[in-house]
Structures are given as C-alpha cells and as structure tokens.
C-alpha cells in the first residue's frame, strides 16, 4: 500500500553568497604568459642572430672565392720557371699563389708546357680561421 503523506509545500532553501569570480586572468595565468613570451623571443632573437651571422660569413666566403679566381685568371699562363706569390688585401685576406711545371717528356705532350697551379685565400672570422684553395692545371709560357 501507499502510504499517504500530506504533501508539504516545499520550502525555498536560502542559497549562500558564493563568490563571484572574477572575470579576466590571475596573476599566476599572467606570469606563465609572460614567461612563455619571454621564452619564445629568445628563441626569435636567437634565429635571427644566427641568420645575420651566416649571411656575413658567406659574404666573406664570397669574397674570398672571387679574390682566389681573380689571382688564377691573373696568373694564367704561368712563367716558365713558376710563380710563389703571397700577400695581404686591405681587408684582411691572405693570398698566396704557387706554380710549378709538370713533367711532361714521357708523355705525348712532350712539347707542350703545362703548370699546376694553387691559390689560396685565408681569413680570420671571429676565432676561426677560414680558407679557400683553389687548385687547376694551367699553360705555361715557353721560355
């Protein structure tokens, strides 16, 4: 059976003041933002540091291969009794530049002259010490 209650009006429970939260960030969500953007600058900053430093080294490379092709083209055909040449550009580079002829009487090239050749332009970069060698087979001039 059913047991019959008589049916009670509900009462309203008095609800308690939660706090209202605040809208916007903490100071806790405000310091891991800033430190995230602090770590993601640094990353920025790093990149764009490394770029500018490779951007000078190749210009320095540049430099250096178009120094060495120059004294190649400079000094082709080489002298007969060779070429040991070196020197100092104003901007640092080293050069030297050295010849000597090849031995050609057993060859079927025995009335020609022909020279190795090496040039070389070095350079210091920061601590580095950098270097291009250029090294070709040259006509050499009769004596």
């Known amino acids: 059976m059913r047991s019959t209650r008589p049916a009670t009006p509900r009462r309203a ?31 920025l900053y790093q990149a764009a540091a490394g770029a500018t430093r490779n951007v000078r080294i190749d ?26 040449q070196s020197g100092e550009t104003e901007g640092g580079f080293a050069w030297r530049v050295a010849t000597r002829p090849i031995n050609l009487e057993r060859t079927s090239l025995a009335g020609a002259s ?6 070389g332009v070095s350079w210091l970069d920061g601590g580095k010490r950098r270097e291009v060698v250029l090294a070709s087979v040259v006509e050499g001039l009769r004596q």
């Open 13 to 43: 429970t008095p609800r308690r003041a939660t706090p209202r939260r605040a809208r916007g960030f903490s100071l806790l969500e405000m310091v891991v933002a800033i430190a995230i953007l602090g770590l993601a600058l640094g990353a």
């Open 114 to 119: 022909l020279q190795e050749i090496e040039v």
């Open 59 to 84: 210009e320095k490379y540049a430099y250096g291969v178009e120094l060495a092709r120059s004294l190649l083209a400079t000094n082709t055909p080489a002298p007969a009794q060779g070429v040991s």
